[in-house]
């Protein structure tokens, strides 16, 4: 059976592998380029957008056809004419294509670990590429155990929209949405509260990136002794009490206006709050995020067993 679902699945593999080498090599040059200038972005933004929605594209193209094609051509009909199982047959098929989409993704995210890292430039430059802090989303995203567990869920995905819909396109096509949904969903209401986040505290200003040097998720003045907001209230920039109290003091410089905010937040008992996931936090939300998508992955696997027995008369 693993040679029968190699011949069936090898065009799609292939094209998979091939992209991914055509990216490796686009890789390998651009960040062997940024020996020669530092200071300048040998990319375009848009290859950053490409590197977030790779393995959406990946999986899905892999998974989408692995079962509906054979169901939409009706192809399945010869495995099972050999007295082969349901099971079996669809067993043998996911394990060679996780397996080699698994291990393509994984190389893939070595490489990356060592682009985004020849790549990066001083966030001084405001380049919007990285700038060597990679448990911010843009560097996140793109690194780590998070590039296999989302080319995984989406290729299992895939497998299980083309399961129940029986159309590869079709499968293909419902499962972008799906899978965006997803990412931006953990990306934005998960992902910051996996791990405890870290707060800088101070009288006057909020805190910059020298100073957090990490993922900055909220920032607000908050009551002395407070690190988030009391419950059923937000953050909130300026109060009316330290708005009003800095309407009433002269400021004639960017120094002073700053020896102002201390002032008031002193007289107001108030704190500039800026709360962050340090860089340090990087691997524990690397594993909580991509545990959560293989979690769901091993979900849709089960889907895609039980849509085989519906599907398939």
């Known amino acids: 059976m693993t040679w029968v679902a190699w011949r069936v699945q090898r065009a799609q593999l292939l094209a998979g592998v091939l992209a991914c080498a055509a990216l490796a090599a686009f890789l390998f040059a651009t960040g062997l ?13 848009g290859v950053t957008v490409l590197l977030e929605v790779l393995p959406g594209l990946l999986g899905l193209g892999v998974g989408a056809p692995l079962v509906a094609a054979e169901l939409h051509q009706g ?21 060679l294509a996780t397996g080699l989409t698994a291990l393509a993704t994984a190389l893939l995210s070595l490489l990356l670990w060592w682009w985004t890292g020849a790549v990066s430039l001083p966030f001084s430059l405001g380049s919007g590429g990285f700038d060597g802090v990679r448990v911010q989303p843009v560097g996140f995203d793109v690194t780590g155990l998070v590039v296999v567990a989302y080319t995984l869920f989406a290729f299992f995905l895939g497998t299980a929209l083309g399961a129940f819909l ?5 499968a293909f096509a419902a499962g ?11 990306e934005r209401w998960v992902r910051p509260g996996l791990v405890a986040p870290a707060a800088v505290v101070r009288l006057g200003g909020f805190a910059r990136f020298p100073q957090t040097r990490g ?16 419950p059923g209230h937000s953050w909130t ?18 120094s002073r206006f700053e020896d102002a905010q201390r002032h008031c937040a002193l007289v ?11 860089e340090g936090h990087y691997w524990p939300l690397q594993g909580g995020e991509a545990g959560i998508f293989l979690v769901m992955a091993a979900v849709l696997a089960g889907l895609t067993f039980l849509a085989l027995g519906w599907s398939i008369e």
């Open 33 to 45: 380029s940024m020996g020669h200038d530092p200071t300048w972005k040998y990319w375009t933004d």
């Open 176 to 186: 972008l949405p799906l899978f965006a949904a997803v990412r931006l969903t953990i």
């Open 215 to 230: 993922w900055v998720l909220h920032q607000g003045v908050l009551p002395a002794g407070r690190l988030a907001p009391a």
């Open 268 to 278: 107001t008992h108030l704190r500039f709050v800026t709360q962050y996931q340090p």
């Open 75 to 95: 192809t399945e009909r010869l495995a099972f004419s050999q007295s082969v199982s349901r099971r079996h047959w669809l067993s043998a098929k996911l394990l």
């Open 166 to 170: 029986r159309r590869p396109g079709w």
């Open 237 to 254: 920039a300026f109060p009316s009490t330290l708005a009003s109290c800095l309407r009433s003091v002269k400021v004639s410089s960017a």
